[in-house]
């Protein structure tokens, strides 16, 4: 009846394997290709093995082909990668994943099209895509969709801290695990049996691994440890505070400034001691031949010369004088 009403309707012969519908919908021949994948994401501890189901409906003939491929997160599905092919009856696995990949049954032509990885690793962690094709067959894509994510456990995570220590202040701890699948939460703790501070000044965030620590004391002073902590297990550092008074500090930096002080006037005394020490150590300087003696005559001024008694001659001979006067020697007869 359905035929006979498309042939009065379009005027075209109706057959086993064509048919027109009304409002222009088509109905095209052969067997539609069915893939039937899971619908929950799939998780695999890391070094364990994963198996991808996928099963499929369609009549096997001497077209058919099937292929894996794997694209990373958050990349679309035309920048997959092959993983393995099967076709013309033979198995091809490729890629960096060959030698991990196979297929659970193998030649894949009864229905199931399972993917076998083993010894998964981190990356791993994406989307795999199993593609049936069997032409004539094309009613449907024939593709379908697993979500894989590889279980990690925490890494050790990095403690630090950044911000001043003194009282009255405010710093921050942070801590973070650079591998961990599912992301991991953290938890700060304080260590010991000092008093935890109050829940005013401490604020903590889960996800990012930060501690805010709020109006500082000597009492906030500790050894602090964060957890990192995901479904396949925990991993922890610490980290130890020391609060210091300002106050303090600057007493100390007055009396470091003194002794500074004092260091450097000790230095000059020392200097300008030793300076006058070598000076008098110098010899006295001799003078030349413009230096005025003290048993010099002074010009214009006749010497009194001492009377020499010249035996021989019995007369009294008067020295001459050291001036530029020429004076003549006198003779007078000796009185015995």
Known sequence: MAGQLEVAVTGLPAG?????????????????????????PLS?????????????STSVGDNFALEWSFVQPGKPISASHPILYFTNGH????????????????PPTRGVATLRLTDVRPSDTGTYLCHVNNPPDFY?????????????????????????????????LRCYSSEGAPKPVYNWVRLGSSPTPSPGSMVQDEVSGQLILTNLSLTSSGTYRCVATNQMGSSSCELTLSVTDSSKGRVAGTLIGVLLGVLLLSVAAFCLIRFQKERKKKPKETYGGS??????????????????????????????????????????????
Do not use: H
């Not at 919908?25 to 893939?35: H, N, P, T």
């Not at 890391?46 to 499929?56: D, I, M, N, Q, R």
């Not at 001659?313 to 007078?332: D, I, Q």
């Open 91 to 106: 198995l091809y696995p490729t890629g960096s994943k060959a030698e991990r990949a196979s297929l659970l049954q193998n």
């Open 140 to 172: 449907t894509n024939g593709l379908g969709l697993i979500n894989l994510t590889v279980l990690v456990p925490p890494s050790n995570p990095l403690c630090t801290q950044n911000g001043p220590t003194f009282v009255g202040g405010s710093t921050e």
């Open 44 to 56: 695999v501890p890391v070094g364990k093995t994963a198996e991808l189901s996928c099963s499929y």
């Open 16 to 40: 086993p394997f064509l048919c027109w519908a009304l409002l222009g919908f088509v109905c095209l021949s052969g067997i539609a290709v069915e893939v039937k994948v899971p619908t929950e």
């Open 291 to 336: 230096e005025l003696r003290e048993d010099a005559t002074a010009p214009g001024i006749f010497e009194q010369s001492s009377m020499k008694v010249d035996s021989s001659k019995g007369l009294l001979e008067r020295s001459p004088s050291t001036s530029t006067v020429t004076t003549t020697k006198s003779k007078l007869p000796m009185v015995v």
